[in-house]
Nanobody, 124 residues
Framework: QVQLVESGGGSVQAGGSLRLSCVASGYINCMGWFRQAPGKQREGVAI????????RYADSVQGRFTVSQDYAKNTVYLQMNSLKDEDTAMYYC??????????????????????WGQGTQVTD
């Protein structure tokens, strides 16, 4: 089974930027970034289908966060700009096999994902 390892979290002032990385041990096609703040449910932040490059963003991060990939390195990135206090959370990447359409339409459902990373903390 593919394993995912996140990195890049840290503490940053409001308005700052961070780039999270998610390295996969093998091929993945539907990748989601999720976050969970203390006492809150895990929520989707961004989705990418690595084959087609289709992406979707949560309204709360649209225009501030960008997901991208380095196909050769099996790595997906989450560039986070203009960070706000409410972005403070543990961030996770997750993956499941899906077509581009299923990925971007069903990828907000945490139960779709069968592979999760260990998480990386972002504090703003």
């Amino acid at each position: 089974q593919v394993q995912l390892v996140e990195s890049g979290g840290g503490s940053v002032q409001a308005g700052g930027s961070l780039r999270l990385s998610c390295v996969a041990s093998g091929y993945i096609n539907c990748m989601g970034w999720f976050r969970q703040a203390p006492g809150k449910q895990r929520e989707g932040v961004a989705i990418m289908h690595t084959g087609g490059g289709d992406t979707r963003y949560a309204d709360s991060v649209q225009g501030r966060f960008t997901v991208s990939q380095d196909y050769a390195k099996n790595t997906v990135y989450l560039q986070m700009n203009s960070l706000k206090d409410e972005d403070t959370a543990m961030y996770y990447c997750a993956a499941f096999d899906a077509s581009p359409w299923v990925c971007v339409t069903s990828g907000w459902d945490v139960y779709r994902y069968n592979t999760w990373g260990q998480g990386t903390q972002v504090t703003d």
